[in-house]
């Protein structure tokens, strides 16, 4: 792997609660992830994400914290950490974390300093108000449940400032003493071993708010200073940061206007996300050429995070209404599969119907496109959600691991689990499960490592250029290439369900003995690349040469 080891990694992201419960007490914990780490291992994961680990009243999932310092203990202690650190640095794999500094949880010593007194040490590390804001009832991140951005405290006799919602009151990070306090926690995190961090809503954590402004200016240099300060840290630590915004403002949190990257190393690409999930409702892949060709030039070392399911929503605000309507016809059609005004609250194989040649057509682009693929827990085996539960909650039930009682996550009372698991339908555990798909040489599990290690062969694809094909097309054919040091690699992905041929003659003269490399089934040789067959749903990874100078 590179210097620049995030351009080529396959991220993981999990809950701790809901993976592995090691002591049956009905929450995951750490230890019970430490005895899945082979497992992830054979996956072909080389960094895991993980979400808020900290102490937390858990009225947001974790992102609500009241101590980042330390670990929630339902998970285990410091130590147990320590050692998840240290046995996936012995399997090879890195461990970022989520770092949620915009807010705290209003149990937080520091906010019940703040509201206490005036003269408290930590009131400017919160955002008051004396009078009522003009703004009060704008920019709230989830409308539907949350009314207000503004809340009066009683005893503070003023109203404080919450992006989200109002058990979670925003830190002032124009306060020097926040600043420090935030490099403080990223040091600590650093010093312990976690390989960088995933930044929780960037975009608000460096807004410089005032009470009727709903439109703050943002403060990019302090992304800039704990860049450094991170660096100075670890020289090889990464931020992977949050931040769904336009695509001009893009590329202000990758570095400042002299073309330095000297802030974020990673972005999700939330604009991407958005086409893909259009392009496959349309079965068409226009909107996806049109994300190629509109993405903003990035400066050197700066990388995009790919995704198709994350903890979150499938957040569709980046597409018209229109265009949204024609996602959530496909994939969400009825009311409580959404959320927000704007998502949708499903897992990716219930949302194509349980389709295998869709959801490996899709994943199979996700993971060839530009940046670094991004993988939620549970996706590779194709789990499904549970649209009972409150919310985003629905696609955050316990890892299903075997057949056995609780999907084999914990050997707790079913009423005790932290979540219920999924135990019914074409989605319940003993349907759907690790044990199971791992006897099967034709299962998802084992196309998801066939097609990650295929992907850790073909570095070009994360750390080099990818540009599409533009030549003419059958209906529902993306042709795209990626280019690096090490080589050149073709795709062909068929979002229609009629066969296709596609001639890529023209690539001849590039063409080094080119080879499938991976196919959603066997075709002919590529030969002169002139008559080149692909299914209905089907995809085709093509080695066109390799350079043997590295």
Not at 127 to 142: C, K, L, T
Not at 345 to 363: H, K, Q, S, T, V
């Amino acid at each position: 792997m590179s210097d620049r080891w995030y351009s080529e990694a396959v991220v993981y992201c999990l809950d701790i609660d809901t993976y592995a419960d090691s002591d049956g007490d009905g929450v995951g914990d750490i230890p019970g992830l430490i005895g899945r780490l082979d497992y992830l291992a054979r996956l072909g994961v080389t960094c895991l994400w993980l979400h808020p680990i900290h102490p937390s009243p858990n009225d947001d999932d974790g992102y609500d914290v009241t101590d980042f310092y330390n670990v929630d203990p339902r998970f285990g202690t410091l130590g147990d950490f320590a050692e998840l650190l240290h046995q996936a640095r012995n399997r090879g794999i890195k461990v970022i974390i989520d770092l949620v500094v915009n807010h705290t949880s209003d149990q937080h010593p520091w906010f019940q300093s703040a509201r206490s007194s005036a003269d408290s040490p930590y009131r400017d590390w919160y955002v008051w108000s004396e009078h009522e804001p003009a703004d009060r009832h704008q920019g709230m991140v989830f409308p539907g449940e949350q009314h207000e951005t503004w809340t009066y405290d009683r005893t503070a006799k003023a109203w404080y400032y919450h992006r989200f919602y109002k058990f979670q009151p925003d830190l002032n990070t124009k306060n020097p003493a926040v600043r420090a306090e935030i490099k403080k926690i990223m040091s600590f995190w650093i010093q312990l071993g976690v390989a960088g961090f995933r930044m929780d809503a960037v975009p608000f954590i460096i807004e410089r708010t005032e009470p009727g402004d709903p439109n703050p200016e943002l403060d990019f240099e302090f992304l800039t200073e704990l860049r450094q300060h991170v660096q100075w840290r670890r020289g090889d630590a990464v931020l992977l940061a949050e931040a769904n915004v336009e695509p001009d403002e893009l590329p202000a949190f990758f570095g400042d206007s002299g073309g330095s990257a000297n802030r974020v190393h990673m972005l999700f690409d939330f604009m991407l996300n958005g086409r893909l999930m259009l392009a496959l409702a349309r079965q068409d892949p226009e909107p996806v050429i049109e994300a190629l060709r509109d993405t903003p030039a990035l400066p050197e070392g700066g990388q995009w995070a790919t995704f198709l399911r994350n903890h979150d929503e499938i957040d569709l605000s980046r597409l018209t209404a229109e265009q949204r309507n024609q996602v959530y016809e496909q994939f969400g059609p009825e009311e409580h599969m959404r959320i927000y005004d704007r998502g949708i609250r499903r897992r990716f194989a219930p949302m194509l119907g349980n389709d295998r040649r869709r959801i490996e057509l899709a994943y199979s682009l996700q993971f060839s496109l530009r940046g670094t693929p991004v993988l939620r827990y549970g996706e590779e085996i194709g789990m499904g959600e549970d649209l009972s539960l409150h919310g985003r909650e629905a696609i955050r039930t316990p890892m299903q691991w075997s057949s056995q009682p609780n999907a084999g996550f914990s050997t707790a009372e079913a009423e005790k689990l932290v979540r219920p698991v999924i135990d019914q339908g074409e989605f319940g555990y003993e349907q759907v499960n690790v044990t199971l798909q791992r006897r099967d040489r034709n299962s998802l599990l084992s196309w998801f490592e066939r097609m990650i290690r295929t992907l850790r062969e073909a570095p070009e694809i994360g750390g080099g250029s990818t540009t599409h094909i533009d030549i003419p097309m059958p209906p529902g054919v993306l042709a795209h290439r990626a280019d690096g040091p090490s080589g050149t690699m073709v795709f062909l992905h068929n979002l229609g369900t009629e066969d296709a041929e596609v001639d890529l003659s023209l690539l001849q003269s590039a063409a080094d003995l080119p080879i499938d490399v991976l196919s959603d089934r066997n075709y002919d040789d590529v030969g002169k690349l002139d008559k080149l067959k692909l299914a209905g749903y089907g995809y085709r990874w093509i080695r066109l040469c390799r350079s043997w100078s590295l």
